[in-house]
């Protein structure tokens, strides 16, 4: 995370956008499962591994995600269309974004932005919870994601401005 901080082009702002799909998509193509995990044309979000286990709870009216990261792994999330909290329950982690990079020391919470993606990356074992919305309270993880992210920025603001 170090690192990115350093790259003078990675910046933050509106240059966010462009380098961290440039670097996201750079990842996929040395994706390997092992050292590299992405997600596929089929399944374009990583939803359990080995590298990187994801949990899905469910209630009346709210999903919850949790993500258990492993020391030093990072983690580019997908765009998220509504406002929602996050929190970090277990561990410590760096998150960079376009207003910049903030450290995070478990407990504690955040509120995520719509429109915003992240980069994670964990200082030891980490857990975090996503939660959001679920008013037709399905179970179908594929269906939910449809309906909280984004896979890029385009998709998002067709969706943000009423196009989808």
Same mark, same amino acid.
């Given at each position: 995370m170090a690192e990115l901080q350093k790259i003078s082009n990675f910046g933050i702002g509106k240059d966010f956008e462009t380098n961290v799909t440039k670097l996201e998509n750079d990842l996929k193509v040395?994706?390997?499962?092992? !050292?590299?995990?992405?997600?596929t044309e089929e399944n374009p979000i990583v939803n359990d591994s080995d590298k990187i286990p994801i949990e899905h709870f =469910?209630?009346?009216?709210?999903?919850?995600?949790?993500? $258990?990261m =492993?020391?030093? =792994?990072?983690?580019?999330?997908?765009?998220?269309?509504?406002?929602?909290?996050c929190f970090l329950l277990q561990g410590h982690l760096s998150? &960079? +974004?376009? $207003?910049?990079?903030?450290?995070?020391?478990? @407990?504690?919470?955040?509120? &995520? %932005? @719509? !429109?915003?993606?992240?980069i994670l990356y964990s200082h030891e074992d980490s857990c975090w919870y996503n $939660?959001?919305?679920? @008013? +037709?309270? $399905? %179970?179908?993880?594929?269906?939910?994601?449809?309906?909280?992210?984004?896979? +890029?920025?385009?998709?998002?603001?067709?969706?943000?401005? !009423?196009?989808?």
């Open positions: 040395i994706a390997d499962g092992e !050292g590299v995990i992405a997600g =469910f209630m009346d009216g709210v999903y919850i995600r949790k993500m $258990t =492993f020391k030093d =792994f990072v983690v580019i999330g997908a765009i998220h269309k509504h406002l929602h909290m998150v &960079a +974004s376009s $207003t910049g990079v903030k450290e995070y020391i478990a @407990p504690c919470y955040i509120i &995520a %932005e @719509p !429109g915003e993606k992240r $939660t959001h919305k679920n @008013p +037709s309270n $399905t %179970e179908d993880v594929r269906k939910l994601e449809k309906q909280i992210v984004a896979l +890029s920025y385009e998709e998002y603001k067709k969706y943000k401005y !009423g196009k989808n």
